[in-house]
């Protein structure tokens, strides 16, 4: 008799007990492998064995529930089954997240045997543990307590006396924990796998192996997708102002068993899939017993009579470290040095792992030990130099860098500035989305604002300190990128709860992130190159960050979402997006070459420049350059403060002025002119002093905020966009002034004015309570004030005869010499004469700029200087 009701619950049962069937043939061969050919099980085993327990419960606890009416829709549910069937759904949600924490536990215990030198990898890796245990473990007592008292969960009709969570809401909130551990699991060994000194073909075989666990984080995506439907109907209930309750979305009302069993589904083939590619890695000694050509290089085989490569294999069953050295053939002198510095010390696990063939026992006699392989590597690559003054190897010191030399650089540096400008403008859309959809206040969407800010006060005060000194410019950018695209994924329960305090944290985080980016990006750019030229740098830079704050905005409110439940769903896989695309580009900055600088090299900087970096003020012994960076963390304090007033406040001013204005287009206009006035001052800077540029961009921006004041109609309307006209340049001048002169203490002074940008959630709210008290037209005293403290930091640098030393750009003409002086030795090494000016450079010679060239060099380092030709000592500071 054939149904007359649709059901998924046949192909619910088939597929996962089919993932089911696979994940335990995995295990089983793991076990073989580790228990009867290596003999030597650890930890992980026995935590996997767990994992497949809680797998099995799992999946057994789906296949139970088709047989009592998961997938099909709630009408079509006898009701002697609602009982059965609610036990069933309890039981999958109680065991879901323990089966997730022992898959990872297993995985991430094996990766702690992987290395024992790479402290960065074992500290990230144990971490990650923490994250993995400790969120899994809430996650399971919120399950477990999902219902008060708890066999509400599975009584039919549920009690009145009772208050259930929402399950949808339960499963939708562990979302984000799941993808950073995910993608966290999968990306972490990937430095140590990549920078190994293998075979082309077993380090393929390696990284393919472990990164297999991609496909657990696109499973785990297409399963919350399964479960949007309910999230659609629970904030369309919040926009309607109904309070649905969380029996409800157990009863016929919520279809709970139809849409949720997809969800099952894919939850199960997410645990079993994890379980499998746990699997794999421990598998290697089966396959190569019994299928060795998968994974052996025969060429190394056929090339080498003599076992130089391959014989030399650690003993697994021994706890001393071996290495595992390649043959001549394949010699790792002709690759780039490993990704995270300096040779690859054996390890265990991994030697395990890379061992071609398991029967081969390690050679006691061996004599081809780590130390001899780094030496002959080392001396290998010191053959790699430029005519023995070229260290091709070595990192560039930025400082030392020409204006083309740091195209490359600066533009890498630049996508970054876009990012964050087009995060800005997207989270600024989405608080007032967020807003309308949830019924929130205006005060709780300004307090959003707030929360991002102040993780730019804590991130660069704590942590990004902490990375920006020990590991320089580039560690940052990954470390932010991977923060805030942790922020992003935190969206996600925050838009499903609706829930201020988690859209709080999700904002918080995110400032965190890009904090830390800014924290490394503006001094970067600033230091990348001649010295006299980083304000125009920093306002080019500057500029493209503005043109991403113009793109969000329009795309997201023309394009990407309206206020509605569906819209805020479409936010969130934005959000998921953008998360994802920002881990790829973390990624891809960790393996981009950037030059660095040490303290040394920016107190070296500092040295070649003739300032009075000592003089004091009066006869006290406070001196001008630290009273200079003071004014200068207060003055960007201030600036931001004021720009983001004007920003927060814009809609509500256009509709007191101009209500016919749309503000969407009018603030596009607004940031175009902030963009357009980075450029201008950008080109004019070459020419014209950064100092008197600074005060006539605060004098502009006072002299039109006070006229916002008043008027009406379009007048008001013109005048704010040119206080974002003059708003513009204000942050990279100050940024660059207050930096200049010092030295090995660069990096402090660029913390603290990075963190001074935490004013934009300091005197919004200070705005917001004026306007409240009076409009929006009288609260932009408020910004006037702000500008007008600001501009003692201009005043300061322009009336002071020291402060004016310290900051006006001049130029490094040591290392112009020197550069010169290499750039000369370069050509006659090539042609064995000094070649030929070219007839553009005899025209630029006659008009009086060959002084102002840059030749191009691969790198100029102290000790690389030609002999007799190195520059005179440093100047004393005067």
């Not at 997730?100 to 543990?129: D, E, N, P």
């Not at 910004?783 to 930091?793: E, K, L, N, Q, R």
Request: glycine share 6%.
């Amino acid at each position: 008799m054939a149904k007359d009701f649709a059901t998924r619950g046949p192909a619910v049962l088939a597929v996962t007990a089919t993932t089911l069937a696979l994940c335990t043939v995995f295990v089983v061969l793991r076990l073989i492998s580790r228990f009867a050919i290596v003999r030597k099980p650890g930890w992980d085993d026995y935590t996997m064995i767990l994992a497949w327990i809680m797998a099995f419960g799992t999946s057994f606890s789906i296949c139970y529930g088709t047989s009592v009416g998961l997938g099909r829709h709630e009408v079509n549910v006898p009701q002697d089954w609602d009982s059965a069937l609610k036990k069933s759904e309890y039981v999958f949600s109680v065991l879901y997240n323990p089966a997730l924490m022992a898959t990872k536990t297993s995985i991430l215990m094996f990766y702690l045997t992987l290395s024992k030198t790479q402290k960065i990898f074992r500290w990230s890796t144990v971490a990650t543990l923490v994250v993995v245990n400790v969120g899994g473990l809430a996650l399971t007592l919120l399950n477990i307590l999902q219902c008060s008292p708890v066999y509400a969960a599975f009584k039919t009709p549920v009690p009145a006396s009772a208050s259930c969570t929402d399950i949808v809401t339960i499963y939708l909130s562990s979302a984000p924990l799941n993808i950073i551990t995910d993608l966290a699991i999968l990306f972490l060994p990937m430095p140590i796998l990549t920078g190994m000194r293998l075979p082309r073909k077993q380090k393929a075989i390696l990284v393919i192996t472990f990164g297999f666990g991609v496909f657990v984080a696109v499973v785990d995506v297409v399963r919350i997708a399964y479960l949007q439907s309910a999230a659609r109907n629970h904030l369309s209930d919040i926009q309607e102002h109904k309070s649905p309750s969380g029996s409800d979305s157990r009863n016929k009302a919520g279809d709970f068993p139809w849409y949720a069993s997809l969800s099952f589904m894919w939850s199960a083939i997410e645990i079993n899939v994890g379980v499998m590619c746990g699997c794999v890695p421990a598998m290697k000694p089966l396959v190569s017993r019994f299928i060795p050509r998968w994974i052996h290089d025969n060429t190394m085989r056929e090339k080498s009579a003599t076992a130089t490569g391959d014989s030399i294999h650690p003993d697994i069953f021994d706890t001393r470290r071996r290495s595992n050295l390649p043959n001549s053939e394949e010699s790792p002198m002709r690759k780039p040095p490993p990704a995270l510095g300096g040779a690859i010390k054996p390890m265990g696990m991994m030697d395990f792992l890379t061992t071609p063939n398991i029967n081969e026992l390690p050679n006691p006699n061996q004599t081809n030990t780590v130390a001899m392989f780094a030496t002959t590597a080392c001396t290998r690559q010191r053959s790699a130099t430029f005519f023995d003054f070229v260290d091709l190897e070595r990192r560039k010191n930025i400082t030392l860098m020409s204006n083309r030399e740091s195209i490359y650089p600066i533009l890498m540096v630049t996508v970054l500035f876009f990012v964050w400008g087009f995060a800005y403008g997207l989270l600024d859309t989405l608080n007032a989305r967020f807003q309308e959809v949830a019924n929130m206040t205006s005060g709780q969407t300004l307090g959003q604002h707030s929360a991002y800010y102040l993780g730019y006060i804590i991130g660069p005060l704590t942590f990004g300190r902490v990375v920006f000194r020990r590991w320089g410019f580039k560690a940052c950018y990954t470390v932010g990128l991977i923060i805030y695209a942790c922020g992003t994924l935190v969206f996600w329960p925050s838009a499903v709860l609706t829930s201020f305090p988690a859209f709080l944290i999700s904002n918080f985080i995110v400032g965190l992130g890009l904090s830390t980016l800014e924290i490394s990006a503006n001094p970067f750019i600033a230091l990348c190159g001649p010295p006299e030229h980083a304000e125009v740098r920093l306002n080019l830079s500057q500029a493209v960050q503005a043109i991403g704050s113009i793109v969000s905005p329009l795309l997201a409110k023309k394009v990407l979402f309206k206020a509605s439940a569906d819209s805020l769903i479409d936010v969130q896989w934005t959000y998921l997006g953008i998360s994802f695309f920002t881990i790829i580009l973390a990624i891809v900055y960790y393996y981009v070459p950037l030059p660095e600088a040490t303290d040394e090299d920016l107190e070296e900087a500092s040295a070649r420049i003739p300032t009075p970096l000592e003089a004091t003020v009066a006869s006290s012994h406070i001196t001008v350059i630290w009273i200079t960076l003071a004014l200068g963390v207060f003055s960007e304090f201030c600036y931001v403060g004021g720009q983001e007033s004007v920003s927060t406040s814009f809609a509500e001013y256009l509709q007191l002025v101009t209500p016919s204005l749309d503000y969407v287009n009018h603030q596009a206009v607004g940031h175009t002119a902030f963009a357009a006035s980075r450029f201008f001052a950008a080109a004019i800077g070459v020419w014209v002093k950064p100092r008197y540029l600074l005060l006539f961009a605060y004098t502009g921006a006072i002299a039109f905020a006070a006229a916002c004041m008043n008027g009406s109609r379009a007048t008001p309307a013109a005048l704010l966009v040119m206080v974002m006209f003059f708003e513009g340049p204000i942050f990279s001048l100050v940024y660059a002034q207050a930096l200049r002169g010092w030295g090995k203490h660069t990096k402090d002074a660029a913390i603290l004015l990075t963190a001074a940008i935490g004013g934009g959630g300091v005197f919004p709210p200070i705005f917001y309570g004026v306007q409240q008290s009076h409009n929006a037209q009288y609260a932009y005293c408020v910004v006037v004030a702000t500008f007008a403290f600001g501009m003692i930091f201009p005043l300061w640098i322009n009336v002071h005869p020291t402060a004016r030393q310290i900051v006006d750009p001049m130029k490094d003409e040591q290392t112009r010499r020197a550069s010169q002086l290499e750039e000369e030795r370069r050509d006659f090494a090539q042609t064995g004469e000094k070649r030929h000016k070219r007839w553009s450079s005899s025209i630029r010679k006659r008009f009086g700029r060959e002084k102002d060239e840059f030749p191009v060099i691969e790198h100029r380092e102290k000790s690389n200087w030609p002999d007799g030709n190195v520059p005179n000592g440093s100047p004393s500071r005067s």
